[in-house]
């Protein structure tokens, strides 16, 4: 339970809410409520249909300045020619952002704010409020319930649409809230609330209910100021629409139907309720790529009849019912103090292992909400954001962010979690095998290293964006899906031709030398780079470590998949003949593992990024049994790399933690864990990278329990 007797000073400290397709961030400000929604397929939908130039003819002048050691020359052609716009060019690129889809406001008329929590095991967010005589005041006996569900005498079924507006003149909503001095005045009884969505009835509900006495109040419906966008809302005694329209991009609507035993008012403007006992409120979102309509008729709002706390009871069995699958056990004392002083205590130097194994439940949490009903995976934001222009446009990186979000998930028995980043990855294939053909030439399938959900395999960022590895990472994926379900069907129809197409890319793009060794190039260390490169923020090279490992692991999962389903004797040599005959793992003078292909001057030896130690973690390539060489070297590096500032991002830290689990060393665990809540994260323990909220460090601090 996150527990708070503060209310949300700002986005970031309210409490999320989801079930994948639809997600909330309940803000519990002083004097209001905000319930700000997302919908995982509502990108702006302006670069739909966005696709490369040819450029593989340009591929042997870039590997013939890699050849004579130019990389310098190498690495900025490379750019030119295989990695889009965007970056350090200047120019936008055109990775969609994900968009907010605006927020439910109710301003209660009267209250003093008590105390919020979020249940991790329903996923209901909760709200008291401490409701005040300030004049005429009209008192209710918390018994005085009988028949209330069927007092609907202020329902109109009519649409009688109120003013139609650009959303973008109304006041807004300030995140910063004060509590009020509320001295001298009588408290006439409680205000409670409580919000989910559900995932067994796909909307999101929100429950007023005044205990010992009846409550008044305001509510409307308001987005963030976009002048690109057209937007109109409208209030009836018993619904709110809103509705928008991107410019050259999709529209949606949000739909809500309430109910009360109070008296209704609909004006232009929003709605009034007076002498209520209880306030239910429905909502769901239709966006225009699942057709507006068919979508909201799909997950049909209630209408008559209903039984609110049936509908948050069959949310809650649910719900809970996925995360009890798997647990973790720690002896704590019990700390009776709210979350965000807890955080504060830890940070001052205070001990709370509770705290450590809320946060990992927190983080399994997460993972379920930003996919379980999802058709899509978790964005660098999970499926939580409230801008028009979010850092990194809340995108899908496939250089390390996204793969992290998914390391827990078949750990912790969530597969349904993993299905969103499967299906995701599969909606790729076909312009992948396009984009393999146009940028390089090859067959099988090439993988951007930023994405959007649309499926559109074009490099976007200048300076990162040479890389040929994503699909091989996330084939890493598929492989352990099959190996948790043995779901010999799965590997046959979805996991091998995965594989395979990804293994058909590596035969055509490696270079055969005169020593009969298959090197990689171009390749990268994301996001690295060694001097001598320009001002580059990654060089480009040959073979770089992590690269080789990739390519390692890949070919591996279709050999072994191959021969368990009797498939392609043939390829499966030439397989075994490439991976045989890969770049070796090399070990530098130092004794660490080399992250290119030869010693290099490393311009940031610090840096946030553990590329070329993914045959440690998460792949299993260097271990003690059979290759403790490499092992060895590959924990000196973590040390070096650490020791020189590293890990200084969640999820760097994150990653950290798992290195360090991995490598069996407790106490260094425990440090890069711990600093995760000390360091980087909200009063709501919400990851941050930066000062920015990103996802994968609460995501990947999960991975880190299990590997510890």
């Not at 946030?608 to 440690?616: A, I, K, Q, T, V």
Request: aromatic share 12%.
């Amino acid at each position: 339970m996150l527990w708070y007797q503060t209310p949300s000073g700002r986005w970031e400290d309210g409490l999320p809410i989801g079930n994948g397709r639809l997600a909330a961030m309940v803000v519990n400000e002083a004097d209001r409520d905000r319930i700000q929604m997302n919908h995982e397929w509502l990108w702006r939908g302006v670069s739909r249909d966005r696709d490369n130039e040819y450029a593989a003819d340009r591929l042997p002048e870039v590997r013939s300045c890699l050849e004579k050691g130019d990389f310098r020359t190498a690495t900025e052609l490379a750019n030119r020619y295989f990695a889009g716009k965007g970056g350090i060019s200047g120019v936008k690129g055109r990775v969609d952002p994900y968009q907010t889809a605006g927020e439910l406001v109710y301003v209660p008329e009267r209250g003093r704010f008590l105390e919020r929590s979020l249940d991790l095991d329903t996923a209901v967010a909760y709200c008291v409020r401490d409701m005040e005589c300030g004049g005429e005041c009209v008192g209710r006996e918390d018994g005085d319930r009988e028949g209330t569900e069927k007092e609907s005498a202020t329902r109109n079924d009519s649409d009688r649409e109120g003013a139609v507006r650009d959303d973008s003149g109304r006041e807004g909503v300030g995140r910063e809230g004060t509590v009020r001095n509320v001295s001298g005045r009588e408290s006439l009884g409680r205000l409670m609330s409580k919000a989910a969505v559900s995932c067994a009835d796909n909307f999101l509900m929100l429950r007023y209910r005044g205990e010992g006495m009846r409550f008044s109040g305001r509510l409307f419906y308001t987005r963030v100021e976009d002048g690109e966008a057209v937007a109109r809302v409208w209030y009836t005694e018993n619904r709110i629409c809103f509705q928008c329209a991107f410019e050259k991009g999709q529209s949606y609507r949000v739909e809500a139907v309430y109910a009360s035993d109070g008296h209704i008012f609909a004006d232009g403007d929003g709605i009034t309720i007076k002498d209520a006992g209880y306030l239910d409120l429905f909502l769901n979102i239709g966006v225009e790529h699942k057709g507006i309509e068919e979508e909201l008729e799909r997950y049909p709002l209630p209408a008559g009849a209903y039984d609110a706390e049936v509908l948050f009871g069959r949310q809650e069995e649910r719900f809970s019912g996925m995360m009890k699958r798997a647990s973790v056990e720690v002896s704590a004392p019990e700390v009776p103090l709210p979350t965000d002083e807890r955080i504060r205590r830890m940070r001052r130097g205070g001990k709370d292992n509770g705290l450590l194994l809320l946060y990992y439940h927190y983080g399994k949490y997460l993972l379920m909400c930003s996919s379980v009903c999802g058709e899509l995976p978790a964005n660098l934001q999970g499926k939580w954001n409230d801008l028009i222009q979010p850092p990194w446009d809340c995108d899908y990186h496939f250089d390390i962010n996204l793969e992290m979000n998914y390391w827990a998930a078949e750990q912790n028995d969530m597969g349904e979690c993993a299905e969103a980043l499967l299906q995701l990855c599969e909606r790729f294939v076909p312009h992948a095998r396009k984009a393999a053909r146009d940028l390089y030439g090859c067959r099988g399938i090439y993988f951007p290293l930023q994405a959007d959900c649309w499926g559109r395999s074009t490099p976007e960022s200048y300076g990162w964006a040479v890389w040929i590895g994503a699909a091989a990472w996330i084939a890493q994926h598929f492989w352990m899906h099959y190996r948790y379900s043995n779901d010999r069907a799965f590997l046959r129809e979805r996991a091998y031709p995965f594989f395979r197409e990804v293994a058909e890319f590596y035969e055509d793009y490696l270079v055969l030398d005169g020593k009969g060794e298959y090197r990689i190039l171009p390749s990268q260390s994301p996001e690295n780079r060694f001097e001598g490169t320009g001002d580059f923020p990654v060089s480009i090279g040959i073979s770089a470590a992590m690269d080789v490992q990739l390519c390692f692991d890949v070919l591996g999962y279709a050999i072994e998949s191959a021969q368990l389903l009797g498939e392609n004797p043939q390829r499966r040599e030439k397989w075994k003949e490439i991976r045989a005959h890969l770049p070796g793992f090399q070990i530098g003078s130092d004794g660490r593992l080399l992250e290119w292909d030869r010693e290099m001057e490393e311009a940031e030896p610090g840096h946030r990024h553990f590329s070329h130690l993914y045959g440690l973690y998460p792949s299993d390539i260097f271990n003690p049994e059979t290759r403790p060489a490499q092992y060895e070297a590959a924990r000196k590096s973590l040390e070096f790399r650490l020791g020189q500032g590293g890990g200084h991002t969640g999820w760097s830290r994150a990653w950290s933690a798992c290195l360090q689990a991995r490598c069996g060393n407790g106490e260094a665990f425990y440090e890069h864990y711990a600093a995760l809540v000390k360091d980087f994260a909200t009063d709501s323990l919400l990851d941050l990278c930066g000062d920015i909220f990103q996802i994968d460090g609460n995501l990947g601090a999960v991975a880190a329990v299990n590997e510890a």
